[in-house]
């Protein structure tokens, strides 16, 4: 979906199409040099990762298996407590493996932070994160994050997978959403 076709919903693009693909070529070549000689585990990370990662694992030039994980953070209100359920686990054994963890974005950083303790604790040689966003304002805890490719605002945003109500995750470029949508 491009984002004319919903202007009235959105109040300002953060992130074009563009910059997305562009970006997404610069932490491949990262990525591809980080993990010379070896696989790695791409983890995406459901709902929100799909567009990050089928990307991302189109534009790397090396080998790499992926798996799927979706986790629900769940608390009073509509914030995250860190409180994690595991409600899709993956289907790799990690022991010895070489993990990429994809996301689409990082907030609080809670249920990141327990998602890398969590795929540690299984064995694997090593765990890194790749995030296409991060909102460094709305960080709970420090989150080691090896490949960023956005830092934005602690806007809520909506596109490139990431919804609001299941809506607007097919929408090309990372917008703000207008508050009259949600409020």
């Known amino acids: ?22 970006k ?12 010379e000689g070896r696989t790695p585990l791409l983890v995406g ?14 534009e790397l030039r090396v080998h790499v298996e992926m798996d799927w994980m979706a986790v629900s953070s769940y608390g009073a209100g509509t914030k995250s407590s860190g409180v994690v359920r595991i409600l899709k686990d993956l289907d790799s054994d990690l022991h010895g493996r070489d993990v ?17 303790e969590n795929l540690e604790s299984r064995g694997a040689a090593s765990v890194e994160i790749c995030a296409m966003l991060r909102k460094p304002d709305a960080a709970k805890v420090e989150v ?29 470029d990372v917008a703000v959403l207008a508050t009259h949508i949600y409020e």
């Open 1 to 22: 979906m491009d984002s004319t076709h919903i202007s009235d919903d959105l109040s300002e693009i953060l992130v074009t199409e563009a910059q997305l693909v562009a």
């Open 24 to 35: 997404t070529a610069e932490l491949a070549r990262q990525i591809e040099a980080d993990y």
């Open 45 to 58: 990370v459901l709902k929100g990762a799909v567009m990050v990662m089928a990307d991302l694992a189109r």
């Open 100 to 116: 990429l963890i994809v996301e689409d974005i990082i907030d609080s950083g809670l249920t990141l932070s327990w998602l890398r």
């Open 144 to 172: 080691d994050v090896r490949y960023v490719g956005f830092e934005i605002p602690n806007d809520f945003v909506v596109g490139y997978g990431l919804d609001f109500a299941e809506r607007y995750r097919n929408l090309r």
